[in-house]
């Protein structure tokens, strides 16, 4: 149990696009979701905290327009990256909670390239 | 702030070895950790969390508030141990929802040798 699933796995757009990315949990209901970036050999990092039917909350440094993010249901987020320049090609990777949790199960990633 | 230190990037063992990844953190409140893994070409996975005092595939971890570490042991390493390892802590919760923030450390990436 405790599936997350990702779409898409891997995406290459042009500079200037919006791309948006799919995060659901498949067996269970998500209260949480969280967003995360990862650049290569470097740690997870938090950009925003996903609740379904609010506003996401968004870590310090992370643009809310840039990063538009929507929960809205308890099996789905989206994260959409608008405008998307070359900067902005990073790995990015959901996790989501269940019953207020700690304890977060994370999806596989999404790698983004903006050429 | 919290912060989660993993001072080692890569830690190379032989196999039969005992391995131990060093993780320490910084909060003001009652930490709750957790070892993350994550194999080759795989999402990262739950490997075992300071409050089911557990052990998985022979991994144990155990939080000593005294020295603020949550160090991840293991008496023998397997070639199938070799992976990238994160500590992380469970923070105050974020937004209405209610869901916990973990902080990461760097990772430390184990290479378990024949």
């Known amino acids: 149990g405790a599936v997350v699933s990702q779409h898409p796995s891997w995406v290459i757009c042009k500079s200037g696009t919006s791309v948006k990315i799919e995060c659901r949990s498949l067996d269970f209901q998500a209260t949480t979701m969280f967003w995360y970036r990862q650049f290569p050999k470097q740690s997870l990092m938090l950009m925003a905290t996903?609740?379904?039917?609010?506003?996401?909350?968004?870590e310090q440094g992370v643009e809310k327009d840039k990063f538009l993010i929507n929960h809205a249901s308890l099996t789905l987020s989206t994260l959409t990256v608008t405008s998307a320049h070359p900067e902005d090609s990073s790995f990015y990777i959901c996790?989501?909670?269940?019953?207020?949790?700690?304890?977060?199960?994370f999806g596989p990633g999404t790698r983004l390239l903006v050429l | 702030a919290q912060r989660v230190t993993q001072p080692e990037k890569l830690l190379s063992v032989f196999k039969g070895a005992p391995v131990e990844l060093k993780c320490n953190y910084s909060?003001?409140?009652?930490?709750?950790l957790f070892w993350y893994v994550q194999y080759s070409r795989q999402r990262l996975q739950l490997l075992l969390r300071?409050?089911s005092r557990e052990s998985i595939k022979g991994f144990t971890a155990d939080l000593n508030k005294g020295e603020t570490s949550f160090h991840l042991k293991k008496p023998f390493a397997q070639e199938e141990d070799s992976a990238m390892y994160y500590c992380a802590l469970s923070g105050p919760p974020r937004g209405p929802g209610g869901g916990n923030k973990l902080t990461f450390g760097t990772g430390t990436q184990l290479k378990v040798e024949l």
């Open positions: 996790s989501a909670a269940r019953d207020r949790g700690k304890t977060q199960y």
């Open positions: 300071h409050i």
């Open positions: 996903s609740n379904e039917g609010s506003k996401a909350t968004y």
């Open positions: 909060y003001s409140g009652s930490p709750e």
